[in-house]
């Protein structure tokens, strides 16, 4: 069974669209997380959520939210697409202090 | 911010040779964790490591090992006898500070090229 998945794998779209992806983990861990990866394959922490609280909010445009409607999911909701949202989006859980556990990645391409 | 630096931007070697990626970072922190992942062209986030700073001892897995140096601030990664498999982009990695709950913060990545 897959510890962390990401539905979908791939995300192609236009600009000005709003579009969701979905992340769940099977592994009962408290934290979850949202990263993103730029071409030049830099990654970013973007948010964490503990027991369905929002814990950090980096310098990121609020049309990016995080929605998660239990503890095994923490889906990631973009609004007005831009060019620049181009990228791959991790979702990431956590047991405890620090260890985090990767899913599949999303690559999301807006044209 | 406390940053984790990768200075070697991409390696590139013949198989079978043996090759160090360099991490350095910063903290004020006494106690710490720092990480190795790997990405390979498949594109997943591979976990490799996980050192927590009273440990000094270096790690050996198989062909990898890691020395960690506290003198240096250094954490840094060989594989020894490379395969063409190990071509990847490896990240080290330290918890943002704040937190546990505030993710991690990564280097740039190295980019390693095993040739055949």
């Known amino acids: 069974d897959t510890a962390v998945s990401q539905t979908p794998k791939y995300l192609v779209t236009q600009m000005g669209n709003d579009k969701s992806i979905k992340c769940e983990q099977n592994l009962g861990h408290d934290t979850m997380y949202w990263y993103k990866q730029d071409s030049k394959k830099f990654l970013k922490i973007m948010f964490s959520?503990?027991?369905?609280?929002?814990?950090i909010n980096e310098t990121v445009p609020n049309r990016f939210s995080p929605k998660s409607p239990d503890k095994a999911h923490l889906n990631l909701h973009i609004n007005s697409l831009e060019l620049g949202d181009s990228a791959v989006y991790f979702c990431?859980?956590?047991?405890?202090?620090?260890?985090?556990?990767f899913g599949p990645g999303t690559r999301l391409t807006v044209t | 911010a406390q940053k984790v630096t990768q200075a070697q931007t991409e390696i590139s070697v013949v198989e079978k040779e043996d090759v160090t990626l360099d991490c350095v970072y910063e903290t004020r922190d006494t106690t710490y964790y720092l990480f190795w992942y790997k990405q390979p062209p498949s594109g997943e986030l591979v976990f490799l490591i996980r050192r927590n700073s009273f440990d000094e001892q270096n790690e050996i897995s198989g062909r990898y090992s890691w020395n960690f140096q506290k003198s240096t601030s250094s954490f840094n990664f060989t594989i020894t006898a490379s395969q063409v498999v190990d071509s990847a982009v490896y990240f080290c990695a330290r918890p943002t500070p704040g937190g546990g709950a505030d993710g991690l913060t990564f280097g740039k990545g190295t980019h390693l090229i095993i040739q055949p």
């Open positions: 990431a859980s956590s047991p405890s202090l620090y260890e985090q556990y």
């Open positions: 959520y503990n027991n369905k609280e929002l814990i």
